[in-house]
Every structure is written in C-alpha cells, then in structure tokens.
C-alpha cells in the first residue's frame, strides 16, 4: 500500500518535473515576476484585491495589451515601431473628431485603417529601402505628430455627446468589457497566426535569422509589411480606444504608451535579436506592467515615480538579457575552443602514425 | 580606366563628378527644396535681416549642443539615445536647485555635469555591453525624468535675477549672444576632435567597421561610455544654458511643448539626421549636424514669419526628417551592406 502511493508520487513528481523543464524558462520567469508583483500589491493594499480592480486592470489591458502586442511582433521580427505613440494618438485624433457625424463604429474604421495603412506603409519603405525600423520611425514618429495636431487643429478634441461611446466600457461577466473582449480576441487570433501559418513564422525566421531567411526565398517585403501592418493596427485601435473611453483626444498625448509596452514585451520574453517571443508572454508582461502600474495608482503615487519604476524594471531585464547573451557567446567560443583543440589532436596523431 | 575616359571625367568638373547616376534624385530633390527655400526667404517680409538671422542661429544653439553630443554617439555606431530631453531635464533641476541655494554657478554646474556624466556613464556601460541603445536609453529616460520629477516634486524652481549664470543665459559679447558664440566653438572643437585626434579617428573607425575596430583593440565598452558621456554633457551645458536663460527650471521644460516643436529628443535627433550624417555610424560630422540644426530653425522661423501654426511646424520638421531618411536610405540602398 505504502509502497504504491510512492511510486505514485514518484510518477507525478517525475511528470511536474518533465512539464517544468519543457516549460520556455523566459515565460515561466514572466508569470512568476506577474504573481510577485500581484501578490505583493494584494497583500499591501486591501483595495487591490477586489473585483473593481480586476476590471480595472482589464481595462487597462486592453490598451497597453494591444500596444505591447504591436511592439512584441516588432521584435520578434527583429525590428522597433518607435511610432507607436503617435500613431495611437493620430487614430484618436481620427476616432474622437469623426464619431459626432458618423457613430461610432464607422469613425472606428477610418481611424484604424490609416493607422494600418500608415503601418503597411512604413513596412514596405523598410523592407524596399533596406533601412533600420528605428532610423525610419523615428522620423515617422515626429511626422504623425504633427499630421494629428493638424487633424485635431492643434487643440484637444472633444466628442460632443459622451454617452454616445458609453458601450466601450459596459461590464460584461464582472471582469470584461467590450473592449477587452475584443483585444483578448486579437491576441488568441495573432497567437494562431504567429505560431501556426506560414506567413506568421515567416516573421519568427526574418527575425531570429534574417541573411538565412533571404537565401532560403522569404520575401523579406511580405512578412515586414505584415508585421508593421499588425502594429500600426494594434496601435490604431489602441488609441480608438484610449479616445472612446475618455471621450476627448490629445495629439501631443500617449508618449508613455512606448516605455511601457517596451518593459511589457521585455517581460514578456521578446529577446532584442529577434526571433524569440510569444504572444502568451506578451500577454503575461502586459499583465505585470498592470498590476504593477494599479497597484501603484492605488497606493496614489505620482505617475513620474511609476515611470522610474517601470525605467528600473526595463533595466534589469536588459541587464540579464544581455548577460545571458554574453554568457552564450563565451559559451560558444570555448565549445569551438574545444572542437579545435581535439581536431589538432587528431591530426596530429594522424600525423605520427604516418611518421611510424 | 582607359585614357579616353579618365580624361572625359577629368574635363567634366567638380558638379558633374559629384552628380553620379545614383544619386541624381537625391541632387534633384535637394535643388526644388533650396529653390523653395530661397524663394520663400526672399518672399518674406523681415526674414533676411540681421536681426532675424541671429534670432535664427540663437534658436539653433541649444538643439544644435546637444546635436553635437549626440553626432559622437551616433558616428560610433550606436544610433542614437532616446534619453536627450530626460538628461537634460535632470541637469537643468540640479542646476536651478544649485542656483537657488546659493552654491554659485560654478558649483550648480559642476553639479549639473557630474549627475549627467553618470547617467551618460551607466548607459554607455550597458549599451557597451550589447544592449540595445533604443531599449537601454528609454529605460534610462523613464528614471532620469522620473527622478528628476521626484526630486522636485514637478514643481517650478526660481533663483533671483541678479545671479552670476547671467552672462550665459541673456548676455552678450560684441552684439552676439553667448549661447550662440558657446554653440560655434562646442562645433569647432568638436570637429577638430573627430578630425585630428586619435579618439575622433577611432571613433569613426568603430562605427564604420566594429569588426575591424575590435580587430585593433578599439572594442566598443569604451567607446560607448565615452561618446555616451560626451553627449550627456552636451545636454547638460544646454540645460544650464536654457536654465540661466530663464532664471528657473522645471522637469518638462523640454517635454513636448519645448518651442511647439514638439519633442526635444526627436528635434535633436532630426538635427543629426537631417543633413545626412549615416545612423548607421562611421559616416558623417559635426558640421553636418551644424548645418542641420540650422537648417530646421531657418525653416521653423521661416514658417512662424509666415502664420503657421505648429502643428504645421512639426509636420515640416517630420517631413524633413522623413525625406532625408527616404533619400539617403535610396541613395546609399546598393552600396551599403544590411546593417
């Protein structure tokens, strides 16, 4: 009897052990870092821990969710969409001013085809001109700018009649709301896109290996265009649904979109060389850099002081990256170290017995 | 080359040497916009005064320091550090903290200096390191501002006017702005750094071959700390300077209402791209960057003279940004290897 229930035990230690090591150890860091950070604001404010900060916290998914998402695709293709922020801020620029004519749902459209038109744009320039993202959305990230404070008149637009986009945020089953219904549904279909078709690992291969990719015939014009597609999308409906939400929309606003999608795609286990990430881990950074920035709110400190938190937190997780890349490459320098060493030792026995 | 032809393309001239097949657009396209420009310069009431034409530079000065800082990052490869705007922020507290407390100016800056060394330092090692200067530098720029923000509570600092940061803020030597006169010799000494010392010459050498340059002995830790210093120091010269100028300071002064330009950051980058300077390192100089940073505020002034609002204004400064990427990135498409 005693001796059954430990080979049971065995058994299921044996399998946990097998799931814990075919687990992705950048995703497995991720969620435990997210439970840290919630646990820790669980235990220290007893108004974290209840159901109107979890709806709030899905709030604010659906934003920095979409965002991150946008700019854990970026990566993965070895790329930066600097221009997030601005294209965010054009979309509602866009959204805000056309919904008192149009509803809602029309406005939603324009808006966030010129942000993925804008992104399909920005795609092919890269890929056709062989540029870096960085180099070319900087310049893109000024330019948007300045085309959304001439859409808004260099003025805060406001909607005229608030209730009208009340809907964007209606409790649905205690947690959810339309809009973060919808942006769970973005990611389950990009998931599926990125992992399972042939175009979404075109993205993983130009990332993680881009000359390999080239010779072995992707078109490096189809998965750029795709990627920056999907981030000018993501960053379209983002800033539509910053704008529905709050009714009003700034153009110079959303800079503090970039720092935190960043630290949120880093969670999230993109690896700066491309090629590496998941929207799971996505999602889990985006849900740390939530927990993290309500938890802050509710214990009322200033945004700048969240900003230093989420600067430090960025940091160290570069900190380690770049230490793990160090530590690969020195690791791979010794194994070929190594590799010479007992070819030269071939040899030269090689050579004696030839001698003899 | 045969006789026939080396002695066609002796006789043809310095403009049409210059002029090659390639970059006949890029030659086309920079003539319409200095047509356009003259033009509109000559169409401008009060636009080629001399009055004007100091405001002009006066403006350029504080954006083109710190686009002088930059360019040495930016020529060593390393892109570019999105923590511009955020060091200075930091600085210009330090500084006007200094200033109100009595310390002196020489203090106040030597205070202002040491923080933004550290900064410009801590990031160079991790960038040094392989860090991607994008990512390691808005990191930074979170807790640079963040800090600077803490620090003062985001409250504006005032010392008293008659304080001895006068005579860089609003003095003037012979009828010419100190700031400007401190703008032309940070250009001069910078170039004649890049140009006849070793460090300027490694510089180049580790931007445009970091194989190479790691071949020699010049890896890129220390490059990088020494050109992130250089260019955090810029930035904290131009705080200093912009914080006598107004005899306070706050952490957003450079945030994005900083001249309705939008950000400073972008403008400053925008300086060190506009007139061509590769991003990709090893190509470029500081008189290129001089020149841009002039550029942009001709325009800018251009532009307020003739009623735009600046929405207009940055849509312009993005455009300029924009085309010169588009332009260079096509005219160097073939001859540069993928980055």
């Known amino acids: 009897m005693c001796d059954v229930t430990q ?174 219904l919808l942006v769970i549904l973005l990611f389950i279909i990009v998931g599926v896109f990125i992992k399972y078709t042939k175009y979404g ?132 320098r010794r194994l070929l170290l190594h590799d010479t060493a007992l070819t030269k030792q071939k040899m030269m026995d090689a050579y004696k017995s030839v001698l003899k | 080359m045969s006789a026939l032809e080396y002695s066609t393309s002796m006789s043809s001239g310095w403009l049409a040497k210059k002029i090659t097949k390639e970059n006949r657009v890029g030659f086309a396209i920079l003539v319409v916009i200095s047509i356009a420009f003259i033009y509109f310069a000559i169409a401008t009431p009060n636009y080629l005064s001399v009055f004007n034409v100091k405001t002009i530079i006066r403006d350029a000065a504080i954006v083109g320091i710190m686009g002088i800082g930059l360019t040495f990052v930016t020529l060593s490869g390393n892109f570019f550090l999105l923590s511009m705007k955020e060091t200075a922020a930091l600085s210009i507290i330090v500084f006007a903290m200094g200033m109100s407390n009595d310390y002196g100016f020489i203090f106040s800056m030597l205070g202002a200096m040491s923080i933004a060394v550290l900064a410009g330092a801590f990031q160079g090692i991790l960038i040094g390191l392989g860090g991607n200067p994008i990512i390691v530098t808005l990191g930074a720029a979170g807790i640079l501002y963040g800090v600077a923000s803490w620090w003062s509570d985001n409250l504006v600092i005032f010392f008293k006017r008659p304080h001895d940061a006068e005579w860089l803020g609003t003095g003037m030597v012979l009828g010419v702005p100190t700031i400007t006169i401190s703008f032309v010799i940070f250009a001069i000494i910078a170039e004649l750094v890049l140009r006849k010392t070793s460090f300027g010459r490694q510089v180049y050498l580790v931007g445009a071959n970091r194989a190479a340059g790691k071949a020699t002995g010049h890896e890129n830790l220390p490059m990088a700390i020494k050109t992130c210093i250089i260019a955090s120091a810029c930035c904290a010269f131009a705080a200093i300077a912009f914080s006598a100028q107004m005899s306070s300071a706050q952490a957003n002064y450079f945030s994005s209402e900083f001249g309705s330009s939008g950000d400073l950051t972008i403008l400053v980058i925008a300086t060190v791209m506009v007139a061509g300077n590769s991003i990709m390192g090893g190509y470029g100089s500081v008189l290129r960057t001089s020149l841009g940073a002039v550029f942009i505020s001709a325009t800018d002034n251009l532009m307020v003279l003739q009623g735009f609002n600046s929405g207009a204004r940055v849509l312009s400064v993005g455009l300029m940004i924009v085309l010169s990427i588009l332009i260079f990135a096509y005219v160097r498409r073939d001859s540069r290897s993928e980055g």
Request: net charge positive; glycine share 10%.
């Open chain 1, 7 to 180: 080979g049971q035990r065995g058994k299921t230690m044996n399998l946990i052990k097998q799931k814990l090591t075919e687990l992705d150890p950048d995703l497995l860091f991720a969620v435990i870092l997210s439970l840290c950070v919630f646990s820790f604001f669980a235990f220290s404010n007893p108004l974290f821990f209840t159901l109107n900060a979890g709806f709030s916290i899905m709030e604010r998914f659906a934003v920095l969710g979409l965002v991150g998402l946008a700019l854990t695709l970026c990566i993965i293709a070895g790329e930066i969409d600097l221009s997030i922020g601005s294209n965010a801020a054009l979309s509602a620029v866009i959204v805000v001013r056309l919904t008192d004519s149009m509803g809602a749902f029309p406005a939603i459209g324009i808006g966030v085809l010129c942000a993925t038109l804008i992104g399909l744009a920005q795609g092919y320039l890269i890929a056709y001109l062989k540029v870096r993202a960085i180099v070319l959305t900087v310049g893109t990230l000024m330019l948007l700018r300045g085309v959304a404070l001439f859409a808004a008149d260099e003025k805060t637009v406001m909607l005229t009649d608030f209730r009208m986009t009340d809907f964007i945020q209606e409790k649905i089953w205690i947690f959810f709301s339309p809009a973060s």
């Open chain 1, 201 to 332: 690992r075109e993205i993983y291969a130009i990332g993680g290996a881009r000359k390999e990719a080239i010779a072995s015939g992707v078109n490096l014009k189809r998965p750029m265009m795709i990627v920056f597609a999907l981030s000018g999308f993501c960053a379209g409906m983002g800033g539509a649904i910053i704008g529905l939400r709050s009714g009003t929309a700034q153009p110079l606003a959303l800079q503090y979109l970039l720092l935190a999608a960043t630290v949120a795609a880093f969670i999230g286990g993109v690896n700066i060389l491309g090629g590496k990430g998941s929207v799971i881990g996505a999602a889990v950074g985006v849900l740390t850099v939530n927990f993290l920035n309500t938890g802050l709110v509710y214990n009322v400190t200033p945004s700048y002081v969240v900003q230093i938190y989420l600067g430090v937190l960025l940091l160290i997780v570069i900190v380690f990256q770049t230490l793990s890349i160090l530590y690969d490459k020195g690791k791979q």
